[in-house]
């Protein structure tokens, strides 16, 4: 993977943290109130920040040819057993949504949308019509956000679908103050480990999977925070593209244009159109490029391919453009820098007619473009 230029010399400790030994990893307890978990943790020796198995979830999944309101879907082929290594029913993952999303109903239980809110209560709305669709899915559902985990059981009760299930345990919350310390950088490796424990435990327990609705917000506020968590949120969009798991991941429009331009573009559907293009995981391992490259975002792109986690085959780094729409020389120059620091070779497909052409004008070499069934 090449370096991120924007994590300033903090890249070796993260990958040190993403590889601690396990037996750092918290444990998970209920709390003695129905509906919340607690956690334990223990302080990871490499950082001295705490490690737990519960925290902010966020997602992703592949393109399709955006139509109508919420997006459009697309199937993927079969994906691999789950984090616990347990195989499950179900093993082909349903169609995924992507593009522009302006609700959160009918979306299905590998999905990932980034939802950039104004105020809390419209936070807290959207996260009710997710968690009760996912109910009715037989998921499980968390709710993960600052407070008390009273006051986030309270957030929940005045649904009856979501009061119901809070009293069934297929409803939870999760309480960050409890979680991170204030200024904490997420872990990326150990909270993929999590949340692929979680989603294993609420298929033991019958559920169909695990949805997670959380604000993020705490956790992107500084340079540091925010490279992280960008690198997560690639990261655990390929455990979602082929696992029972989906995530709403919520940011308040505190959070700059700039910032959350780095977050939604790791997502493969968002409320809002910033930053232009999407790059995330399609099931099996490829990676998926949608919307339109151009100067606007083309060193956010960079920034992007930096922070994503190639999955190669052979050599090969796979890219789904179905849902390009424009890509020029600039972009396209990044993509064979990024593939000569893989020691790799980019398969393209897509059905935009001009990538064949700028390749072949550009003499790049590394980038093999097909069409697009």
């Known amino acids: 993977m090449t370096r991120d230029p924007h994590d300033r010399g903090a890249r070796p400790a993260a990958e040190a943290r993403g590889r601690a030994d396990d037996g750092h990893d918290a444990d998970r307890h209920e709390s003695a109130e129905p509906g919340t978990v607690a956690l334990r943790r223990r302080r990871d020796r490499h950082t001295g920040l705490a490690s737990g198995t519960g925290a902010p979830g966020t997602v992703g999944r592949t393109e399709a040819h955006i139509s109508g309101p919420r997006g459009a879907t697309e199937g993927h082929p079969s994906g691999p057993a789950n984090g616990t290594g347990a195989r499950t029913a179900n093993p082909r993952p349903a169609a995924r949504t992507s593009g522009l999303v302006n609700r959160l109903d009918g979306l299905g239980p590998h999905d990932h949308v980034c939802w950039r809110y104004p105020a809390p209560d419209e936070f807290r709305a959207r996260v009710r019509e997710f968690l009760v669709d996912g109910l009715a899915r037989n998921l499980q559902v968390w709710y993960v956000a600052t407070g008390s985990p009273a006051d986030l059981l309270e957030d929940l009760r005045g649904t009856a679908e979501l009061a119901a299930g809070l009293r069934t345990g297929a409803a939870r919350v999760v309480s960050l103050d409890a979680t991170y310390p204030v200024g904490a950088v997420l872990d990326p490796a150990a909270q993929v480990r999590a949340y692929a424990e979680a989603t294993g435990a609420a298929l033991a327990e019958g559920h169909a999977g695990l949805r997670v609705a959380a604000d993020c917000t705490p956790l992107v506020r500084t340079p540091e925070q925010l490279a992280a968590f960008a690198r997560y949120e690639n990261a655990i969009d390929h455990y979602m593209a082929d696992r029972p798991f989906s995530a709403l991941c919520a940011y308040s429009t505190e959070v700059g244009d700039a910032a959350f331009g780095q977050l939604a573009c790791m997502h493969p559907s968002a409320n809002d159109a910033l930053p232009g293009f999407r790059l995330h995981a399609a099931a099996g391992g490829a990676a998926v490029l949608g919307g339109e490259l151009d100067p606007t975002n083309n060193d956010l792109f960079a920034l992007a391919l930096a922070r994503s986690e190639p999955h190669l085959r052979d050599g090969l780094l796979e890219v789904d453009g179905r849902t390009l729409e424009f890509i020029d020389h600039r972009a396209l120059a990044r993509l064979s820098a990024h593939a000569d620091g893989l020691g790799a070779t980019v398969v393209l497909r897509t059905s935009w007619p ?20």
């Open 354 to 373: 001009g990538a064949a052409t700028l390749v072949d004008l550009l003499g790049l070499s590394n980038i093999r473009v097909e069409s697009a069934a």
